[in-house]
């Protein structure tokens, strides 16, 4: 099993910046796979960023790209998502999850391919 805890979700103005944490722990060592993802109220979760636990490979959706950016801390098995030109659209409750496999896109853009989630931390973007 593989607990994730995110943290750092907020009220931001558009062009903000938050970052977001996500601590992993439990059998981290079978990881392949961290990404971030994202609700909004009425809306399917949808694919934000996704990372193989290497930092070999890394998929971004388009909607953030050159926005967002992804990193992990390796001693202290956290991902991070920093947010910056933040936008209302933005605004969502934000999850981390893993897996413990890998693969390339679309499949690893998929939130059935992840087998652990957070609890998810909310983000608001005001206009």
């Known amino acids: 099993q593989v607990q994730l805890v995110e943290s750092g979700g907020g009220l931001v103005q558009a062009g903000g910046s938050l970052r977001l944490s996500c601590a992993a722990s439990?059998?981290?060592?079978?990881?392949?796979?961290v990404g971030w993802f994202r609700q909004a109220p009425g809306k399917e979760r949808e694919f934000v960023v996704v990372?193989?636990?290497?930092?070999?490979?890394?998929y971004y959706a388009d909607s953030v790209k050159g926005r967002f950016t992804i990193s992990r801390d390796y001693d202290e098995n956290t991902v991070y998502l920093q947010m910056n030109s933040l936008k209302p659209e933005d605004t969502a409750l934000y999850y981390c999850?893993?897996?413990?496999?890998?693969?390339?896109?679309?499949?690893?853009?998929?939130?059935?391919?992840?087998?652990?989630w957070g609890q998810g931390t909310q983000v608001t973007v005001s206009s």
């Open positions: 999850a893993a897996t413990s496999r890998w693969n390339t896109s679309p499949v690893v853009t998929k939130s059935s391919w992840y087998t652990y």
């Open positions: 990372m193989s636990w290497n930092g070999d490979n890394t």
């Open positions: 439990g059998r981290t060592f079978s990881t392949s796979g």
